[in-house]
């Protein structure tokens, strides 16, 4: 095939013959360091080989095959490639130095980069996207490539830039080797951001993997996956629909709108969620998640986790750690799991299953909340109306200004009623009962198939003593007139009941029991 050798800074046209068909090339082979040269290529195949300087290639001809370019010494170069509608080429830009790249439209590129800093801008004339797939392969140096059109862009050593831009179906696939690399991918692409502590935004769907480094991860729209890789890396995720990984260090994601999923992986890591649909899986660490609006499903793994909640409608199921869990508003379900955990809830509508440590749980605001413990807790019902079941543990219950149903199981709790009404229900433990103040009504109820239990009962009155009402109530066990004249006496100025089933009520300072205050 044609040769042809140019030594020098000079501006020369190059009209060869055409090579033959399929890979087949005419190959032009420039030589010298320092020189500032112009290429005009009118056959397929041509493959120009530049110096340090300057090399520039125009009106790239068609044919679909490739032309070469070889460009660069040890001084870098700049590298510019034009060319009509149609035109095919690869490009190979060796140590390439600033400047820019320009594809034709039609053109097949392929740009290879050297151990020199690399700029390349891969457009169409006018700066329209290019609409053939582009590979551009970067070696050592920091380099700085821009793409309008489909693209694969795999960069090495360096702190590279890659900015690709695809139009319709097109894609762009983007991978980074060792460096603080900066990827932004506009339209469907992947993305990996190698060693390094890198930068990657992707407007559109696609996949994002940070790998090693402390890497920063934008998403906005489309469907996303992403693996945040080893290191303390932020994630933000606007709209769209979203699958992440934080893998392993201390993370930070925050969700906007969009249907996500989320697996914070191990380390010390924080989740914001911003209305949308989400699915938070927080694994090893002491993690800490916000949610405000939209719909959550939030499940923590072993550690001291923190999950706030805002509104909404939430789902939160915590692991064997030490957690805290606050919901100001919205509806929430929640399962506290094993350990010593700390739950608040002002407003909305609350389901609460307490695991097997000793918990707390403050109620405020207005709502209707529903408590079962497995373990032993404390309650402090502020103002909400709420329902607690108790089981073997040791409980604690204050009910407040709103309504309660508490009910305990075969340990030993302690209810107090507040300025509502308060209905409690004794279990086959030992339980000491405080009747509600103020206006509140109190129903202290037993029934035969929980009973066996020991009682005290703390401020029951006469049914003609002003404020609430004070009442028994007996299911299971017989007539009022039986428990009355057959199972009550007086002992030390208290009122004792021991009903069939060794169940005892002991009415504390009150002797005056009648058919008014049993139910």
């Known amino acids: 095939m044609p040769t042809a050798t140019i030594v020098g800074g000079n501006t020369v046209t190059y009209n060869l013959g055409p090579g033959e068909a399929g890979i087949a090339q005419d190959i032009l082979t420039k030589l010298g360091q320092g020189f500032t040269d112009s290429n005009v290529l009118t056959s397929p195949g041509e493959s120009p080989s530049g110096g340090a300087g300057t090399l520039n290639v125009y009106n790239l001809p068609g044919g679909g095959?490739?032309?070469?370019?070889?460009?660069?010494?040890?001084?870098?170069?700049?590298?510019?490639?034009?060319?009509?509608?149609?035109?095919?080429?690869?490009?190979?830009?060796?140590?390439?130095?600033?400047?820019?790249?320009?594809?034709?439209?039609?053109?097949?590129?392929?740009?290879?980069?050297?151990?020199?800093?690399?700029?390349?801008?891969?457009?169409?004339?006018?700066?329209?996207?290019?609409?053939?797939?582009?590979?551009?392969?970067?070696?050592?140096?920091?380099?700085?490539?821009?793409?309008?059109?489909?693209?694969?862009?795999?960069?090495?050593?360096?702190?590279?830039?890659v900015k690709v831009t695809t139009t319709g179906d097109g894609t762009a696939w983007v991978s980074t080797g060792l460096g603080n690399d900066s990827i932004a991918i506009f339209g469907n692409g992947y993305a990996n951001g190698g060693i390094g502590n890198d930068f990657i935004r992707i407007n559109g769907s696609g996949t994002a993997i940070g790998g090693l480094g402390r890497d920063s991860i934008s998403v906005t729209g489309g469907s996303v996956s992403v693996d945040a890789g080893i290191g303390n890396d932020q994630i933000t995720v606007r709209s769209g629909s979203a699958t992440v990984d934080g893998g392993l260090g201390n993370d930070a994601v925050s969700v906007s709108g969009g249907n996500t999923t989320i697996d914070l992986g191990i380390g010390r890591d924080q989740a914001w969620l911003y209305d949308g649909n989400s699915k938070v899986s927080t694994g090893l660490g002491n993690d800490s998640i916000y949610m405000k609006g939209g719909n959550a499903t939030i499940n923590t793994d072993g550690g001291a986790d923190y999950v706030h909640v805002h509104g909404g409608n939430s789902t939160i199921n915590t692991g064997a750690g030490n957690d805290g869990v606050s919901v100001y508003g919205g509806n929430a379900t929640i399962d506290t799991g094993a350990g010593n955990d700390q739950v608040t809830v002002s407003g909305g509508n609350s389901s609460i299953n307490l695991g097997t440590g000793r918990d707390t749980i403050k109620l405020f605001g207005t709502g209707n909340d529903t408590i079962v413990t497995e373990g032993s807790a404390t309650v402090y019902g502020i103002g909400t109306n709420f329902k607690f079941t108790g089981d073997s543990g040791k409980d604690s219950v204050l009910a407040g200004s709103g309504d309660a149903t508490l009910t305990a199981g075969s340990g030993h709790s302690i209810f107090r009623g507040g300025m509502g009404d308060v209905t409690m229900h004794g279990g086959s433990g030992h339980d000491t009962m405080f009747a509600a103040k103020g206006a509140g009504d109190s129903l202290f109820a037993f029934d035969s198939s929980h009973g066996g239990g020991t009682h005290i009962i703390q401020g029951f009155k006469d049914s003609t003593a002003p404020g609430g009402k004070t009442q028994l109530e007996f299911t299971g066990y017989g007539s009022v007139n039986d428990i009355l004249n057959n199972d009550t006496q007086v002992v030390g100025g208290n009122t004792v009941i021991t009903l069939n089933d060794g169940t005892t009520i002991k009415l504390v300072n009150f002797t005056t029991l009648d058919h008014d205050e049993i139910k």
């Open 65 to 161: 095959t490739y032309n070469l370019l070889n460009g660069g010494g040890a001084g870098g170069a700049a590298a510019a490639f034009a060319g009509p509608a149609g035109g095919g080429f690869a490009a190979a830009a060796r140590g390439v130095a600033g400047g820019g790249t320009n594809l034709a439209p039609g053109a097949h590129g392929l740009i290879l980069t050297g151990a020199k800093s690399t700029a390349i801008n891969a457009t169409s004339p006018g700066g329209a996207a290019h609409p053939d797939p582009i590979a551009i392969f970067g070696n050592l140096g920091n380099d700085t490539i821009t793409v309008k059109g489909s693209a694969s862009v795999l960069t090495g050593v360096g702190n590279d830039t």
